[in-house]
Nanobody, 121 residues
Framework: QVQLVESGGGLVQPGGSLRLSCARSGSISGIVSRGWYRQAPGKQRELVAR???????DYADSVKGRFTISRDGAKNMMYLQMNSLKPEDTATYYCNVGRRSLITGTRSEYWGQGTQVTVSS
């Protein structure tokens, strides 16, 4: 019943900007983190940006100063503003929600289907 849906990907030129959105439907209890990950062809999935349950924000070193993660709790939305895009930012970007069971403490993850971002001239 829980679903995460990303949107906003596309083709942009180096130096351009793009804003990704993640819409959540369904209820998730015990959320411990919300974030964006990406996976380029032939590479492992990596963290891009993450917000912890206490509000701490982490960015990958490669995107610091260029990307900004934010959320709108009232709308169950999360965003990733990407500026000064580089060809190496080309990847499929995934929305993620991490949770911990309020009963057992066991962690689990929810993932969106991904949205493609291509940075090329």
């Amino acid at each position: 019943q829980v679903q995460l849906v990303e949107s906003g990907g596309g083709l942009v030129q180096p130096g351009g900007s793009l804003r990704l959105s993640c819409a959540r439907s369904g209820s998730i209890s015990g959320i411990v983190s919300r974030g964006w990950y990406r996976q380029a062809p032939g590479k492992q999935r990596e963290l891009v940006a993450r917000i912890s349950s206490v509000g701490n924000i982490d960015y990958a070193d490669s995107v610091k100063g260029r990307f900004t993660i934010s959320r709108d709790g009232a709308k169950n939305m999360m965003y990733l503003q990407m500026n000064s895009l580089k060809p190496e930012d080309t990847a499929t970007y995934y929305c993620n929600v991490g949770r911990r069971s309020l009963i057992t403490g066991t962690r689990s993850e929810y993932w969106g289907q991904g949205t493609q971002v291509t940075v090329s001239s």
